[in-house]
């Protein structure tokens, strides 16, 4: 089968564990024929916005990748919210798709997608929806403009061409239905994943990381990751983490810290044993973090990184959204902010007796809802 996946709506970059590369690498290790139509944007090694050249490579995963250059002479800002390419339409005819997966709602070549879908009955398009009002149409120019006046009447026109749209989060379902007027027939969650190891593989990562710091299988390892700046609140977790002198709790930063934070922080992990910075992590090194932690810590707002968490059996920890309400149900432990940690790092202790049952409760959840080969399955079956 020929699978399409259309990557204008950011910047799109090979090897990186987002989505779109998940997906993309899933398609390929099923068999398919798979090709990328991507903006000439991608991320640098400092993860800043970067242009590159328009034209046709091959992804790390043996994809075909097209990036195609912005049309209509449009100043940079302008091109990047307007989003139509030059040579889409070509494109779309010459690969002669039978499923498109258009990533995100946002963008002027959804048109020309819809247009060659309603030209050719036995193709399909699912369009994915990561847009919600914490990340999306937060001014009144983007909302009333931009969105509403703008992406939201082309992807009205090209509704009927679309098979699904596909939510990343429960906030992301709402802003489909109630903002942009989706169907709520063909609208549905379709979450941001992870992927999902042999019980073998993850046993090992997970002994391996343990004999590596010195925990004990009796210790209970809780870990925070990612880019971490004052939104994520890792001085107050420390903290709070401090105030709970139980030997067994373990906190492990795999990460890296702004300046601002390390500033804070460092004084706090140096005064406690009980806490390990490993620094910034590979995907693999943080999928052994996953697999060697038994909670994960998000003291605030979203992260793909929970689901992958969830992934390696981690007992989840975060703050109460409904996508988080979701997601971990009654297996995990919300709390309203990180006022309210010190409170968490209780229930660590006080549920340390049902840890191995909370943890294979995030897996089962996981490989029912978040396996991405079983998501890729969805978009091809």
């Not at 390419?85 to 498109?100: A, K, S, T």
């Not at 946002?106 to 399909?124: N, Q």
């Not at 983007?142 to 009205?156: A, M, Q």
């Not at 910034?280 to 909670?295: C, I, K, N, P």
């Amino acid at each position: 089968m020929k699978v399409l996946h259309v990557c204008i709506c950011g910047p799109f970059t090979d090897g990186l564990t987002y989505q779109e590369n998940e997906l993309i690498d899933q398609h390929m290790e099923l068999g398919h024929e798979v090709t990328v139509i991507a903006t000439t944007e991608t991320y640098g090694p400092d993860k800043q916005i970067v242009h590159t050249e328009a034209g046709i490579t091959q992804l790390s995963c043996g994809a075909k990748l097209i990036r195609l250059p912005y049309r209509w002479g449009l100043p940079g800002w302008l091109a990047t919210k307007i989003r139509t390419h030059r040579g889409m339409r070509e494109c779309l005819e010459g690969i002669q798709p039978d499923r498109i997966l258009f990533h995100g709602l946002t963008g002027w070549d959804l048109l020309i997608v819809a247009a060659y879908v309603r030209r050719s009955p036995s193709a399909k398009l699912f369009a994915d929806c990561h847009e919600d009002f914490n990340n999306s149409a937060m001014s009144w120019p983007s909302r009333e403009l931009l969105h509403k006046r703008f992406y939201k009447p082309i992807f009205r026109h090209c509704i009927d061409q679309i098979s699904e749209v596909l939510c990343v989060t429960v906030e992301s379902l709402d802003f489909a239905i109630d903002f942009y007027g989706s169907d709520r027939t063909k609208t549905r969650i379709y979450p941001l994943g992870g992927r999902i190891e042999p019980a073998a593989a993850n046993a090992r990562r997970r002994a391996e990381f343990r004999r590596r710091l010195g925990f004990t299988d009796a210790d209970l390892v809780i870990t925070q990751t990612g880019k971490l700046d004052r939104t994520k609140r890792l001085d107050l977790a420390l903290s709070a983490f401090r105030a709970n002198p139980s030997p067994r709790l373990k906190f492990v930063i795999a990460g890296w810290m702004t300046d601002e934070v390390k500033a804070d922080c460092l004084p706090l992990i140096q005064a406690d044993s009980r806490i390990v910075d490993l620094g910034w992590q590979s995907t693999d090194e943080l999928r052994t973090v996953l697999a060697g932690a038994d909670f994960f810590l998000q003291p605030f707002g979203q992260t793909v990184t929970t689901q992958m968490a969830m992934c390696h059996g981690c007992v989840v920890m975060a703050q109460d959204l409904p996508s988080h309400r979701w997601l971990i149900g009654d297996n995990g432990k919300l709390f309203k902010d990180a006022g309210e940690l010190d409170i968490t790092f209780r229930w660590v202790i006080e549920n340390q007796e049902r840890v191995e049952q909370l943890r294979q409760a995030s897996m089962h959840f996981a490989e029912a809802n978040l396996d991405y080969r079983k998501l890729a399955l969805q978009i091809i079956s």
